[in-house]
């Protein structure tokens, strides 16, 4: 069974820190994708990368990277020099059967992010 | 494009009543749909997939006959709170999958409130 690990609940960082989420998931399927999802107040859910399992380039954009590493099963993001604007609710995802109309994205349970001032 | 609507976008019921949500994909096909629930500071857990034109799979724990789910066309599901209560009100996200590319597109979600 598909399963997405997110420890922390919540975290709470002064502004322009670096901060780094992270994801850990279970599949049997050797063929998935992983997704990191940004949730504002306003509810919704804001596409921020999706990574194909063959795929284990880290990759950044602009303030943001993220760190896939199939040997451990996580897929971290990490905001360099934080803002405000940040905060929100992050959820790591992971969808199996990629190529099957039947595939269904399974959300971690999310971590609450608050950038003080 | 791969826009998704959800209306309305917030709704207030009575307790007994029923409430319909309708999820579009404005600019694409999405031959699967998929609606989760969302309860305060919680994840989104998937309730259901539709599939144009045939029946929706439910996950484990959620009552089809409460939740009902019409797929009608490739751009249209909606989903029908039946005999609504207190305990159904929620943050209701459909997506839906693009007939032509390999991806899932979210709503912007329906908030439910049952008096």
């Known amino acids: 069974a598909q399963k997405v690990t997110q420890a922390q609940t919540e975290i709470s960082v002064v502004e322009k820190e670096d901060v780094t989420l992270d994801c850990v998931y279970e599949?049997?399927?050797?063929?998935?994708?992983l997704f990191w999802y940004k949730q504002p107040p306003s509810g919704e859910l804001v596409f921020l990368i999706r990574?194909?399992?063959?795929?284990?380039q880290n990759e950044i954009s602009g303030r943001y990277s993220w760190n896939f590493q199939k040997s451990t099963s996580s897929f971290n993001f990490t905001i360099t020099a934080s803002q405000v604007v940040d905060s929100a609710v992050y959820f790591c995802?992971?969808?199996?059967?990629?190529?099957?109309?039947?595939?269904?994205?399974?959300f971690g349970s999310g971590t609450r992010l608050s950038i003080r001032p | 494009g791969a826009v998704v609507s959800q209306h309305p976008s917030r709704v207030i019921c009575k307790s007994g009543t029923s409430v319909k949500i309708e999820c579009r994909s404005l600019?694409?096909?999405?031959?699967?749909m998929f609606w989760y629930r969302q309860f305060p500071k919680q994840s989104l857990m998937l309730m259901a997939t539709?599939?144009?034109?045939?029946?929706?799979?439910?996950e484990q724990g959620v009552e089809k006959d409460k939740f009902l789910i019409n797929h009608a066309s490739l751009t249209l599901s909606t989903l029908t709170v039946t005999s609504a209560h207190p305990e159904d009100s929620s943050f209701y996200i459909c997506?839906?999958?693009?007939?032509?590319?390999?991806?899932?597109?979210f709503g912007p979600g329906t908030r439910l409130t049952v008096l």
């Open positions: 997506s839906a999958r693009d007939r032509g590319r390999n991806e899932q597109f």
């Open positions: 599949t049997r399927d050797t063929t998935y994708y």
């Open positions: 990574r194909n399992s063959f795929d284990e």
């Open positions: 995802a992971l969808s199996e059967l990629i190529y099957s109309s039947a595939s269904k994205i399974i």
């Open positions: 600019d694409f096909q999405a031959t699967t």
């Open positions: 539709s599939n144009e034109g045939s029946k929706a799979t439910y």
